[in-house]
């Protein structure tokens, strides 16, 4: 069995993420040994009574900013702890963080280390001892806890053995560069509402074209920037052509 897949967090408020990595299929995963998490809260790495690990900007502003004395000795000590790991900070100005970003995140074997920013932003010397920067889109959240954790949800989604059924991870939405088709469960009308023909017909090819033709036409309609980006093959075409009754 493969070792598990290391994660850690390197945040100032531990308990913002405690109760999500232990819950549902990430808390599945680690007792399993596929996934294993470490919270690391920044302050430890402080120095004095206090522990501070923020002060006023250089030049005047509002808010604060996140030392660098502290902040670098808490990545030093990660580093230490998993060798060869990427070091990422959650950070507005990162690159978009994408589903092949987590596929190449989980590749990269050594492990993961995610640093969450907080206040106005982290003290510019910090950055020479990261990996690169990573954002979740064009938002402001209140710090780097929140996005960190919906990175390592992507990324465990896709260390073998996480999800019982393996098609799921290849079949969800952006893996083919589509939205995923709709789903639908018992029972088959609800408040007048049916489940579409197609699913209940017992039918899998009818199926598996009724998926298609709902994945390409959902994209079409609400990501044309995805849609624009498809190589259509002649089937496809063909598909988008159809009328759904006629699947």
Request: aromatic share 6%; proline share 6%.
């Given at each position: 069995?493969?070792?598990?897949?290391?994660?850690?967090?390197?945040?100032?408020?531990?308990?913002?993420?405690?109760?999500?990595?232990?819950?549902?299929?990430?808390?599945?995963?680690?007792?399993?040994?596929?996934?294993?998490?470490?919270?690391?809260?920044?302050?430890?790495?402080?120095?004095?009574?206090?522990?501070?690990?923020?002060?006023?900007?250089?030049?005047?502003?509002?808010?604060?900013?996140?030392?660098?004395?502290?902040?670098?000795?808490?990545?030093?000590?990660?580093?230490?702890?998993?060798?060869?790991?990427?070091?990422?900070?959650?950070?507005?100005?990162?690159?978009?963080?994408?589903?092949?970003?987590?596929?190449?995140?989980?590749?990269?074997?050594?492990?993961?280390?995610?640093?969450?920013?907080?206040?106005?932003?982290?003290?510019?010397?910090?950055?020479?001892?990261?990996?690169?920067?990573?954002?979740?889109?064009?938002?402001?959240?209140?710090?780097g806890e929140v996005?960190?954790?919906?990175?390592?949800?992507?990324?465990?989604?896709?260390?073998?053995?996480?999800?019982?059924?393996?098609?799921?991870?290849?079949?969800?939405?952006?893996?083919?560069?589509?939205?995923?088709?709709?789903?639908?469960?018992?029972?088959?009308?609800?408040?007048?509402?049916?489940?579409?023909?197609?699913?209940?017909?017992?039918?899998?090819a009818r199926i598996?074209?009724?998926?298609?033709?709902?994945?390409?036409?959902?994209?079409?309609?609400?990501r044309p920037d995805?849609?624009?980006?498809?190589?259509?093959?002649?089937?496809?075409?063909?598909?988008?052509?159809?009328?759904?009754?006629?699947?």
């Open positions: 069995m493969s070792p598990p897949y290391p994660v850690e967090l390197l945040t100032l408020f531990p308990g913002m993420v405690t109760g999500y990595l232990g819950a549902s299929i990430l808390g599945k995963a680690q007792e399993k040994g596929l996934l294993s998490t470490t919270i690391t809260d920044i302050r430890e790495y402080a120095e004095g009574k206090h522990r501070v690990t923020d002060d006023a900007p250089y030049g005047g502003g509002a808010g604060m900013v996140m030392k660098p004395e502290p902040l670098i000795a808490a990545i030093e000590a990660a580093r230490a702890r998993l060798p060869g790991a990427k070091v990422l900070l959650m950070s507005p100005r990162g690159v978009t963080f994408t589903q092949a970003a987590a596929r190449e995140l989980v590749s990269h074997t050594a492990g993961l280390i995610l640093v969450c920013g907080r206040y106005e932003g982290v003290d510019e010397r910090v950055m020479s001892y990261l990996d690169g920067e990573l954002s979740l889109g064009d938002f402001v959240l209140t710090g996005a960190a954790m919906a990175v390592v949800d992507a990324v465990a989604r896709l260390v073998p053995g996480v999800l019982g059924n393996v098609a799921s991870s290849v079949s969800e939405s952006f893996e083919e560069g589509t939205l995923e088709h709709p789903q639908y469960t018992r029972p088959p009308v609800f408040r007048e509402v049916e489940v579409p023909a197609a699913l209940q017909s017992g039918d899998h598996a074209r009724w998926r298609r033709w709902k994945s390409l036409v959902l994209t079409r309609e609400r995805l849609f624009s980006r498809l190589t259509l093959s002649k089937a496809d075409q063909k598909l988008l052509a159809r009328r759904e009754e006629d699947l």
